[in-house]
């Protein structure tokens, strides 16, 4: 049976705040949501609901409800959807959200793609790529930007943030380690990147999201 969860409403709260509940518990599980919600009022009737936007604490208190009842993973899923870390620490960022590689009409850039997320500790520059779907460079950089709507080297790096996410969470490997696999020439270069997109260091989003395992 799904977990029933009950959402209290009141005079003028925040519609914003009424979506997190919806968009933790259900939107987010595409239809096969393993939660019933039921939304509550002290009487029957229609309420006055107000503007508020400042919903990070409902989205906490939500994701950490998840983590309780659905275990880590599940939490570190929803929250990279949800632009926020399954429970942070005090006076800590939001971590920005780990963007969908996203799939082409073009079976050369697909293949190439799949080539590419398959190792991504392999090297490989504008010159390789275009060469690999037997294009010329700037052929392929106008066919690469129509269907991912992103550039080559630009995608490249975020793969590469993706892959490492998944090894700080999942994985005891060393930073070294997950640098080498993420296919960063050097252990600096990667802490440097990771820093800038995530605003927060490789050790502290390991450290957030392998709470609780």
Not at 10 to 30: R, T, W
Not at 86 to 97: A, Y
Not at 144 to 173: C, D, M
Not at 189 to 208: C, E, G, I
Request: net charge positive; aromatic share 10%; with cysteine.
């Amino acid at each position: 049976m799904p977990k029933r969860i009950a959402v209290y409403v009141y005079e003028g709260i925040s519609l914003f705040h009424v979506s997190v509940p919806s968009a933790i518990f259900s939107d987010a599980y595409q239809g096969n949501s393993p939660f019933s919600m039921t939304f509550c009022n002290e009487a029957p009737g229609a309420i006055r609901t107000s503007n508020g936007m400042e919903i990070a604490a409902a989205i906490d208190c939500c994701l950490n409800l998840l983590k309780e009842w659905e275990g880590a993973k599940a939490a570190n899923h929803i929250s990279r959807m949800m632009v926020s870390a399954p429970q942070r620490s005090g006076g800590q960022k939001q971590f920005l959200s780990r963007p969908v590689i996203s799939t082409s009409s073009d079976d050369r850039l697909n293949a190439f793609v799949d080539k590419v997320l398959s190792d991504l500790s392999v090297p490989y520059t504008l010159e390789d790529a275009a060469k690999h779907c037997l294009m010329s460079k700037r052929t392929f950089t106008r066919h690469f930007h129509r269907h991912f709507s992103i550039g080559f080297v630009h995608w490249l790096k975020q793969a590469r943030l993706n892959y490492s996410q998944e090894l700080l969470e999942a994985t005891p490997l060393s930073i070294t380690h997950i640098a080498e696999k993420s296919g960063f020439n050097t252990e600096q270069n990667f802490r440097k990147q990771f820093k800038l997109t995530f605003s927060v260091s490789p050790m502290a989003w390991r450290k957030v999201f392998q709470e609780g395992r």
